[in-house]
């Protein structure tokens, strides 16, 4: 295996539903926009008309916890699945007309997908503080918490989200929970939904009891 098809063809074999699989319909946009400090706040008025919200601190955190979910998701997808790893730094996003991002793909490959993963993360989190004001040590949990649910999800150990984050100084370390033998994500960041929709808090929520959060957890 030595190129992208390759690596995408691998992936839809393992995992149908990945990230890049549907993208009819929606806008394919570079992820270098997401540095632009213009881009971002197009993206921070359309989350908070989607919300009805305008608390811009709470939003920023809001759209980076989605956003921080679909940013890396080629490469972690692509590098439990072959080894390899597509490049976060070449992502387009896919974004719904009213702005939410429903997929992501990547057009080549990296050698070093930890650090590549930590630059994006790090110009996109520049961008977002500026705009929002959200603080960016809080923006950095969300990444780390993204990153760590994303391997997850991608059917990976919790060591693949360890072992990329070393190579981000500025990642918290990844948290894990077994419950029913079952590794969960122990965040450590909040996405704030519950306070700009009023909503309950999510199942994981570090915002809650720890016995709580455990009961909700085991009851999945």
Not at 184 to 206: D, N, Q
Request: charged content about 15%; overall charge negative; hydrophobic content about 45%.
């Amino acid at each position: 295996m030595s190129g992208v098809i390759e690596v995408y063809v691998a992936v839809a074999t393992r995992l149908p539903y990945h990230v890049g699989a549907e993208t009819s319909g929606l806008t394919p946009t570079p992820v270098a926009l997401a540095t632009d400090v213009g881009w971002v706040a197009e993206q921070i008025r359309a989350a908070g008309r989607m919300y009805r919200c305008g608390d811009l601190p709470v939003l920023g955190v809001l759209w980076w916890y989605s956003a921080s979910m679909m940013l890396p998701a080629p490469t972690v997808e692509s590098l439990v699945v072959t080894g390899l790893a597509l490049d976060p730094a070449a992502v387009t996003l896919h974004l719904h007309e009213d702005g939410r991002i429903l997929a992501a793909t990547s057009d080549s490959l990296c050698p070093s997908p930890g650090v590549a993963v930590g630059a994006v993360f790090e110009s996109v989190i520049e961008a977002v503080a500026e705009v929002t004001g959200a603080r960016v040590p809080t923006l950095w949990a969300v990444a780390t918490d993204s990153l760590a649910n994303r391997v997850l999800w991608s059917g990976g150990a919790k060591e693949v989200a360890l072992s990329l984050a070393e190579d981000v100084p500025e990642l918290p370390t990844p948290r894990f929970v077994n419950v029913n033998g079952r590794d969960y994500v122990r965040r450590g960041s909040c996405c704030l939904i519950y306070e700009a929709t009023g909503g309950p808090k999510c199942v994981s929520c570090p915002r809650q009891l720890p016995e709580e959060r455990l009961a909700r957890l085991s009851s999945l």
